[in-house]
C-alpha cells in the first residue's frame, strides 16, 4: 500500500518518507491560551489525531507534539479585562482546552509543551541566529531578517513583497525590511512583571515572539529535521513561514519534509474565527451535540478542504449515526458481547486485509477503507466506505438470520470477522469509543433507565392482554390504544422503542 501525502512546500502529493517500524516526529500548532476553546480550536488535533492512528496502524512509530502558547499579548490583554494573571488564565484555559480534546478522544499527543518552560532555549537560538547574520538588535527588541535567508517565502509560494500586502505585520520603521519579524519583544512599561523574562540583548527584559516558541520546542523535543509539520491554513503566512527560515538558519538543515495544512471551519460564508465573531464555543456546543457527532463532522470532508459548520449539519449526522448505534445494539444480541470492547485487528505485514475465508465484500471494503487514508488522509472517503461497511453488515445478518435461534456457527464467525474489521475502521478514525449514553432526559441514568423500564413492561402487559382477550372484545382495542400511547408518548420525549423477537429495546433519539 503506498502512501501518498501533499506537502504544502512542494505543492504535491509525496511519498511518504519513512517506513513502516521507523520513527515518526509529528509537530502541530496548538492554542493561545487565552479563551475557552471553540470547535476551531478542535479541527487539527481531531484531523492530526486520526492521522497518527493511522500511522500508528500501519506500524509507525509516532511521536506528537503540540505546543501551548501561554505568553502572548492577547493573554495579556484578556487577563487584564479579567483582572487575574496570566499565569492563572493561562493554566485555566490549558485545562479548558484538555478537557475539549478528551471530549473528542483526542488521545495521540505525546507532549504538550509550554512556551514558558523554553524561554532559556529560545534566548540561546536568537543568540545563533545573531551571530549567523540573521538577526538584528533595536531598542524594542531583536528581529530576523527576511533577506538574510535566500528561501524566504518557498513555503507561500510568494515573494516577500507580495506575502506583505495585506499582512499582519509588525509595524517599527526602523526594522531593516518592513517583512523582519520579532524574535523578542521588550518589555513595556504597563506589562506585567510575570510576563517579562531577563535577556542578554541590548532592549533587556522581555518575552520571545511568537514564531521562535514553536521552533525552540520542535527542535528540542523532536530533533533538527522533523518528519511532519501540521496546522491549520491561516498558520502557514506568517507563523510558519517566519518558523520555517528561522529553524533552517539555525540548523542548517531542513526543518520539516511534510509540511500539512488543514482546511478551516466556516459558517455560511464567513470563515469561523475570534476575530470575525462568530465562534462555536465547546462547552456549549457538547451540551446540545454527542462527542462522536462533532468529530465525524471534522472528518468527513478533506482535511485540506474547508469544513461547513452549521447546526442543521450537525443535526444530519447525528440522525445517520442512529444506524450505527443499532447496530451496536444488534451485535450484542446476536455475540452477546459489547462491540466496543471487542478487540481491533493488527496490522501486521500486510495491513487492511482480511484471511482468505473472509467475506469478499467485507475483505473489499476494509482493503479501500485502508486505501483512502493512504491516499492523502482522505477521511471523508474513509467515512463513506465505513458506511458501507455498515450496510454490508446488515444485509449479512440479515440473510443469515443471526438474530434467530440455530445460526450456522461458520456464519457467525464470518460476521465476527467483518465486524473486527469494522471496528478497526472506525477506531483508527477515533470513533464511538465509547456508548452513548443510553438516556439524556434528565436525573440520574439510573433513575432515567428504570422509569423507561417500568414504561416498557407496563406496554407489554397491556398488549399480552390485547392479545388474550377475544377479538370482539372492547377492552382489546382499548388495551393495544394504551399500548399505543405509551409508545407515542415516550417518542415525543425522544425515546424510540423496538419490539424484537428478544424483547423491547430504546435508545434516546
Known sequence: ?????????????????????????????????????????????????????????????????????????????????????????????????????????VTGVDHFPRATEHIGGMIEIIQALLAKGHAYELDDGVYFDVTSDPDYGALTHRDPEQMEAGARLEVNPRKRNPGDFALWKAAKPDEPAEVQYDSPFRCGRGRPGWHIECTCMALKLLGETLDIHGGGLDLQFPHHENELAQSQSYTGKPFARLWMHNGLLRMGHAKMAGSVGNVVNM???????????????????????????????????????????????????????????????PSGTDPFTLPPTADPRFAELFRRFGEALADDFNTAAAIGTLHEM????????????????????????????????????????????????????????????????????????????AKAAAPDNPLRKALFDQSDRIRKRLGELGVTLEDRPGGTTWRVG
Open 1 to 105: 500500500m503506498l502512501l501518498q501525502v501533499f506537502s504544502t512546500l512542494t505543492r504535491q502529493k509525496e511519498p511518504f518518507p519513512k517506513k513502516p517500524g521507523e520513527r515518526v516526529t509529528m509537530y502541530v500548532c496548538g492554542p493561545t491560551v487565552y479563551k475557552p476553546s471553540h470547535i476551531g480550536h478542535m479541527v487539527g488535533p481531531v484531523i492530526f489525531d486520526t492521522v497518527k492512528r493511522f500511522l500508528s496502524y500501519l506500524g509507525y512509530e509516532v511521536t506528537w507534539v503540540v505546543n501551548i502558547t501561554d505568553v502572548d499579548d492577547k493573554l495579556i490583554v484578556r487577563a487584564r479585562e479579567l483582572n487575574t494573571t496570566v499565569p492563572e488564565l493561562a493554566a485555566r484555559m490549558t485545562e479548558d482546552y484538555f478537557a475539549c480534546l478528551k471530549a473528542l478522544n
Open 283 to 345: 462547552a456549549d456546543l457538547l451540551r446540545r451535540h454527542r462527542p462522536d457527532t462533532v468529530r465525524f463532522l471534522l472528518l468527513s470532508s478533506h482535511y485540506r478542504s474547508p469544513i461547513e459548520y452549521s447546526e442543521e449539519r450537525l443535526d444530519e449526522i447525528a440522525k445517520s449515526l442512529q444506524g450505527f448505534y443499532r447496530f451496536f445494539e444488534r451485535y450484542e444480541r446476536i455475540t452477546k458481547n459489547s462491540l466496543y470492547a471487542a478487540a481491533t485487528l
Open 390 to 465: 455498515l450496510a454490508a453488515l446488515n444485509r449479512y445478518a440479515d440473510q443469515h438470520r443471526l438474530e434467530e435461534p440455530g445460526t450456522d456457527l461458520a456464519r457467525r464467525d464470518g460476521f465476527l470477522t467483518g465486524s473486527a474489521a469494522f471496528r478497526t475502521m472506525y477506531n483508527i478514525l477515533g470513533l464511538f469509543w465509547q456508548p452513548p449514553a443510553q438516556a439524556s432526559l434528565g436525573g440520574g441514568d439510573a433513575l432515567v433507565s428504570g422509569l423507561v423500564q417500568l414504561l416498557i413492561d407496563l406496554r407489554n402487559d397491556l398488549r399480552t392482554q
